[in-house]
C-alpha cells in the first residue's frame, strides 16, 4: 500500500515537498513515480526515480524545478521536492509503483497507486 502526504495551498513561486510511503511491503528494483491528475484531463507524468540505482525522470514541464528522490531518513518513502511552483501544477498528485522494467512514463504500466493528495497554486 502506497500513501502520498504533504500537499496543500502555496503561493507562486512556492514550494511543498510530497512523500510517498510504502507500507506493507519494500520497493523493488524498479520506479517509483509521481503523476497529476486535474479534472476532465488524463493523468499526466510528472517524475519517476528508479528505485535501485537513483536514475530520475521529468516531464519537461517540471525538469528544473522538481526533483524526486529516496528519502534519506525512512525506508521505503520518496519524495517530491516541488519548487518554484506556478499556478499550472495545481492538481492533485499521485505517487505509483511498478516492479518491471520498460518507459516509466506511462500511467498504465502502473500496479499500485496511492491516494491523491492535493496541491493547489495560487497566483
Known amino acids: 500500500q502506497l500513501q502520498a502526504s504533504g500537499g496543500g495551498t502555496v503561493q507562486a513561486g512556492g514550494s511543498l515537498r510530497l512523500s510517498c510511503a510504502a507500507s506493507?511491503?519494500?520497493?523493488?528494483?524498479?520506479?517509483v513515480a509521481w503523476f497529476r491528475q486535474v479534472p476532465g484531463r488524463e493523468r499526466e507524468f510528472v517524475a519517476a526515480?528508479?528505485?535501485?540505482?537513483?536514475?530520475?525522470?521529468y516531464a519537461d514541464s517540471v525538469k528544473g524545478r522538481f526533483a524526486v528522490a529516496r528519502d534519506s531518513a525512512r525506508r521505503n518513502a520518496v519524495d517530491l521536492q516541488m519548487n518554484s511552483l506556478k499556478p499550472e501544477d495545481t492538481a492533485v498528485y499521485y505517487c505509483?509503483?511498478?516492479?518491471?522494467?520498460?518507459?516509466?512514463?506511462?500511467?498504465?504500466?502502473?500496479?499500485?497507486w496511492g491516494q491523491g493528495t492535493q496541491v493547489t497554486v495560487s497566483s
Open positions: 526515480t528508479r528505485w535501485n540505482g537513483g536514475v530520475t525522470y
Open positions: 506493507g511491503r519494500t520497493f523493488g528494483s524498479y520506479f
Open positions: 505509483a509503483y511498478r516492479n518491471a522494467p520498460g518507459a516509466p512514463t506511462s500511467a498504465t504500466e502502473y500496479g499500485s
